[in-house]
């Protein structure tokens, strides 16, 4: 049987995330973007930095299909780390257009430099401008109670922002989109190796 962890108040616990956010324009129509983002393997999506290892495999642990909320999958990473990610939010409109909004919480992560964080949500907006998408990734990190950082309250998460996020997740992110923006416009040329949904 599954283990379920508790799943926690975002809202309570909004003034204790550290978050990280970067954006970019892609040359794709909103529906292929989104599509994109919720339905590719996470293993054509993150490659990962010589920081941060990128992601080989995913392993589904409900019943619940990919792109409904309350999906739940391991996500394996290339070093042999895990983690755990459910989908937090899903607005489902049938041809895409409508689509704005994605979100996902990620925790149990056994990656080391991970090992300060409770868990993460990771959120995406989408935003149409004529045949383009402006695309906005944001993550928020609540720490553990359990752990040093997460004991040590404002300085914990501003030690955390520097070790972690500047040193080592933000270029995660960063490279992250700008492989998506590649793959999406190669994909829309007609020169992607990487099949259709």
Known sequence: MEKKDTVPNYKNDANKFIANETEIMIESPIREVYEWVVYKPLEIQLNGTKKI???IATKTINSIHLGDIGHRRIVCLADGNT?????????KQ??????????????NY?????QNIEY????????PIAD???VRWRYSFKLSNQRLLGKSGFIGRALFKIIFIKASYNEFMAE????????????RNGNSHIASI
């Open 53 to 55: 290892p990128g992601v």
């Open 83 to 91: 983690a755990t990610e459910e989908h937090t939010f899903i607005e």
């Open 94 to 107: 049938d041809d895409y257009e409508s689509q704005r909004y994605f979100s996902y919480r990620v925790s």
């Open 110 to 114: 056994t990656l080391k430099i991970a």
């Open 120 to 127: 993460a949500l990771g959120e995406w907006w989408f935003t």
């Open 132 to 134: 383009k998408t402006s």
């Open 176 to 187: 992250t989109l700008k492989q998506l923006k590649i793959d999406l416009e190669k994909s």
